[in-house]
């Protein structure tokens, strides 16, 4: 019948074709659909990860007291130096103050308690003697040893005491004599107990000092047992983050 009818036949294959083309653009819509569909699946999967890994990522840092554990270990290091510093100054600090309280005693063993303060002598050079001894225990209150003043003052004392030493058993014995306590000695008892309080309260310091110290440090080995995982989870959601936007 379509040899004998070319409209007939030209009208068949025109329905033909427009059926083709509507089942294809059916085809087209399907898998349009399918793909809209797929993708609002995997958006709605990749949106449920970030969620899961957000709160995970929360809890450990609301857990261990985290805001970044990049910021927080450079905290803590830079907090464990400056102990370890505060540390070993402490007790460079002490063993110095000990040190000056060894020469100390040791000079106060040497320092009598109490001197003469006036002596009615016929020797001008005992006068000598008993004032350069006081001029110097007035100057330690002022100056240190190794102030040249302090070293002039001592020469001095020596000198005056060995020609004290060389007149022994003249007999000059003084009319009236006068003692009280010694200003050197009191001033060295002075500063030894202020050397013994200042290492009371180092050592203090170095007790809160030392227990900060192995704060940190069990911080530090924290930190980096969290920090692979921490540093993995912040990966993976900035992955995922990557993949939301394409």
């Keep these: 019948a379509t040899d004998s009818d070319p409209e007939m036949s030209a009208k068949?294959?025109?329905?033909?074709?427009?059926?083709?083309?509507?089942?294809?653009?059916?085809?087209?819509?399907?898998?349009?659909?399918?793909?809209?569909?797929?993708?609002?699946?995997?958006?709605?999967?990749?949106?449920?990860?970030?969620?899961?890994?957000?709160?995970?990522?929360?809890?450990?840092?609301?857990?261990?007291?985290?805001?970044?554990?990049?910021?927080?270990?450079?905290?803590?290091?830079?907090?464990?130096?400056?102990?370890?510093?505060?540390?070993?100054?402490?007790?460079?600090?002490?063993?110095?103050?000990?040190?000056?309280?060894?020469?100390?005693?040791?000079?106060?063993?040497?320092?009598?308690?109490?001197?003469?303060?006036?002596?009615?002598?016929?020797?001008?050079?005992?006068?000598?003697?008993i004032q350069a001894k006081q001029k110097l225990s007035e100057m330690l209150e002022k100056y240190t040893e190794e102030n040249p003043r302090i070293i002039n003052q001592r020469s001095l004392v020596a000198k005056l005491e060995a020609e004290y030493r060389a007149r022994e058993g003249v007999d000059e014995t003084p009319s009236k004599v006068v003692t009280g306590l010694n200003p050197e000695n009191i001033q060295l008892k002075r500063d030894i107990n202020k050397l013994n309080s200042e290492i009371v309260s180092l050592q203090s310091e170095l007790k809160e000092f030392t227990e900060r110290l192995v704060e940190f440090r069990t911080r530090r080995e924290l930190l980096a047992r969290l920090g692979p995982d921490l540093r993995a989870l912040e990966s993976e959601l900035r992955q995922l983050g990557q993949w939301q936007e394409e």
Aim: aromatic share 6%; glycine share 0%.
């Design 12 to 129: 068949i294959a025109n329905t033909m074709a427009e059926a083709f083309i509507e089942d294809y653009k059916k085809l087209i819509r399907s898998n349009l659909e399918r793909m809209y569909e797929n993708r609002i699946r995997n958006q709605a999967g990749i949106e449920k990860e970030i969620v899961a890994i957000q709160q995970r990522l929360k809890s450990m840092y609301k857990e261990y007291d985290l805001n970044s554990i990049d910021r927080e270990e450079a905290n803590n290091n830079q907090r464990l130096m400056l102990t370890e510093d505060r540390i070993a100054r402490a007790s460079t600090q002490i063993a110095a103050d000990k040190e000056r309280i060894a020469d100390m005693e040791a000079r106060l063993a040497e320092v009598p308690e109490s001197i003469i303060t006036y002596s009615e002598s016929n020797s001008k050079n005992d006068q000598q003697l």
